[in-house]
């Protein structure tokens, strides 16, 4: 098994910035995709950014292309995302997943086999 536990989240005004954190414990000695979600309220979950086991690339949804960044660090078992210049449209919880058993970089959800809990993140006008 596999816990995903994601910290960084919080209220913050449009223009600025958080830097989301999600820690990887448990069976984390095979090579594994990580990837970003969000649900905004009355809204499906969607993909916001994913990362391949070496870091080497990466994909974004088109809204967030430019100002999101996401980075791992294979070491610690560590996947971040680098919001900058907020929008009230990234209002939602983020969740962060873990493609077990996957090199390369994973956008659909179905996919992915596990999950944290989730973080919030407000961005106030």
């Known amino acids: 098994q596999v816990q995903l536990v994601e910290s960084g989240g919080g209220l913050v005004q449009a223009g600025g910035s958080l830097r989301l954190s999600c820690a990887a414990s448990?069976?984390?000695?095979?090579?594994?995709?990580m990837g970003w979600f969000r649900q905004a309220p009355g809204k499906e979950r969607e993909f916001a950014a994913a990362i391949s086991w070496n870091g080497g690339s990466t994909k974004y949804e088109d809204s967030v292309k430019g100002r999101f960044t996401i980075s791992r660090d294979n070491a610690k078992n560590t996947v971040d995302l680098q919001m900058d210049n907020l929008k009230p449209e990234d209002t939602a919880v983020y969740y962060c997943a873990m493609a077990y058993g996957r090199y390369g970089v994973v956008q659909i959800s179905s996919e992915y086999d596990y999950w944290g809990q989730g973080t919030q993140v407000t961005v106030s006008t």
């Open positions: 448990g069976r984390t000695s095979s090579f594994y995709s």
